[in-house]
């Protein structure tokens, strides 16, 4: 099992682009989340799905978008570009509601 | 509005002594805490779980004990290995919250000889 898989690993974008975090799990967890995580800072929500074709927001919601096709995939749409959006985004999926499995991780540089 | 607080960010600890974390939260309603460790470049990854209906949960060389009266749960590292070097979060969801995590900010953890 590769477990959740995350691509590319690093980003740089520039303001006013836009681009798409992929993100597979292959462990067929319906529960799937996309998480930011600012220097010294903790995770925050962005968005998550609890089954294909079924999402919604989280904490910190604003500049993205997401979709939930199939169970296996959980892409992250960014929509115009800002460097406040520049973070590491990490995708993760669970069984249940608690124990999440994360990916290793996008860089994502808006200049 | 920070509802899981890890108010240490950095501990350093000897090899083989016990490396203690700490993480304070103000939801009432969470009822499942979870520690994560991270190292660099890489994603998170689970490390032990208690639920309210507990006060302490051991496994291995972890153990998370839970004080639901003061809003404030740790975890103990015993004996600390290298190993142990890395970054680690608290995270708390409950019942109001479906499974949507809050973490905190996190504590470095240097583990030296």
């Known amino acids: 099992n590769a477990g959740v898989t995350q691509t590319p690993k690093f980003r740089i974008l520039k303001i006013g682009q836009s681009m798409t975090l992929q993100c597979t799990q292959d462990m067929n967890h319906n529960y799937m989340y996309w998480y930011r995580q600012d220097p010294g800072m903790g995770l925050k929500l962005i968005y998550y799905?609890?089954?294909?074709?079924?999402?919604d927001k989280g904490e910190v919601p604003n500049g993205y978008n997401v979709s939930r096709s199939t169970t296996e995939d959980f892409p992250l749409r960014l929509e115009l570009a800002a460097p406040s959006q520049t973070s590491v985004y990490f995708c993760a999926s669970s069984y249940s509601y608690n124990e999440q499995f994360f990916g290793p991780g996008t860089r994502l540089t808006v200049l | 509005d920070q509802q899981v607080k890890q108010n240490s960010p950095s501990l350093s600890v000897q090899e083989g002594r016990i490396s203690i974390l700490n993480c304070d939260y103000t939801?009432?309603?969470?009822?499942?805490f979870l520690w994560y460790k991270k190292y660099p470049a890489e994603g998170p990854t689970f490390l032990i779980s208690?639920?309210?209906?507990?006060d302490k949960n051991e496994d291995g060389r972890f153990t998370v004990f839970l004080n639901k009266s003061a809003k404030h749960l740790s975890l103990h590292i015993v004996p600390s290995q290298p190993g142990d070097s890395a970054v680690y979060f608290c995270a708390a969801s409950g019942s109001d919250s479906w499974g949507k995590l809050q973490f905190g900010a996190g504590t470095q953890v240097v583990v030296t000889p």
């Open positions: 939801n009432s309603m969470f009822d499942y």
């Open positions: 799905s609890v089954g294909a074709g079924i999402t």
């Open positions: 208690i639920s309210s209906i507990k």
